[in-house]
């Protein structure tokens, strides 16, 4: 079956340092993936999103996110986060072949320090 | 343009009683999502509908039925609630093919 697991829970950086949050999926065929931020209160907002091609995509706020099929991994990256950065991350996949039943990860919830 | 709109946005129940929760989209996609989030467990869905007339269950849909009773709108009834109901509730709505989805801000639900 058709997985996304995000290994960390909580991540705390310091305001300017680089950032990177790990998801790894299960997925039978190419996949298309997905990294969506929630702010606290509010609902999910797309980052950024692979479907084919160029495996480095850039999405919104500076973010960018790697496609590696050989590590099955999709990890988003910020170089220098901003203190409004912190916020829960979550990776999402479709559930399987021929279904657009989407599978979130648990989420990061990201700590900046001032 | 409101997107995605869910109310109530705070519903407080007590065990047994009822409730729909309301979700209307304006994009006129076809397809729409509800999911619950409980902390440490991300996202869940509960009912998918994939356009107008079909509903499809989710990862965790005991509990619960769903209406889509048209383009723009896909309630979720809980006709007996449960403290295990209790969640954030959050409605999406999704392009054609492979696209994003788009949520509401969240109906938090809380059943004592």
């Known amino acids: 079956a058709q997985s996304v697991t995000q290994p960390d829970i909580h991540i705390t950086v310091s305001e300017g340092a680089s950032l990177e949050l790990r998801c790894n999926y299960s997925y039978g065929a190419t996949p298309y993936l997905f990294w969506y931020v929630q702010s606290p209160g509010q609902g999910l907002q797309l980052l950024l999103k692979y479907f084919s091609g160029d495996t480095l995509v850039q999405g919104i706020k500076g973010f960018e996110a790697e496609f590696k099929r050989s590590q099955s991994s999709f990890n988003l990256r910020k170089p220098s986060v901003h203190w409004s950065d912190a916020a829960e991350y979550f990776c999402?996949?479709?559930?399987?072949?021929?279904?657009?039943?989407?599978?979130f990860g648990t989420g990061t919830r990201l700590k900046v320090l001032a | 343009n409101a997107g995605v709109t869910q109310t109530p946005k705070f519903q407080v129940l007590k065990t047994g009683q009822s409730m729909t929760l309301q979700c209307a989209q304006d994009?006129?996609?076809?397809?729409m999502y509800w999911y619950r989030q409980d902390p440490g467990m991300g996202l869940r869905l509960i009912y998918y509908?994939?356009?107008?007339?079909?509903?499809d269950k989710g990862e965790v849909p005991n509990g619960y039925n769903v209406s889509r009773l048209n383009k723009r709108e896909f309630s979720l009834r809980l006709e007996s609630a449960a403290p295990s109901q209790t969640s954030v509730y959050f409605c999406?709505?999704?392009?054609?093919?492979?696209?994003?989805?788009?949520f509401g801000e969240g109906s938090r639900l809380t059943v004592l």
């Open positions: 999402a996949v479709p559930g399987g072949s021929g279904t657009y039943k989407y599978i």
């Open positions: 994009m006129n996609h076809n397809s």
């Open positions: 509908s994939a356009s107008e007339g079909t509903t």
């Open positions: 999406a709505a999704r392009t054609s093919g492979r696209g994003e989805l788009f």
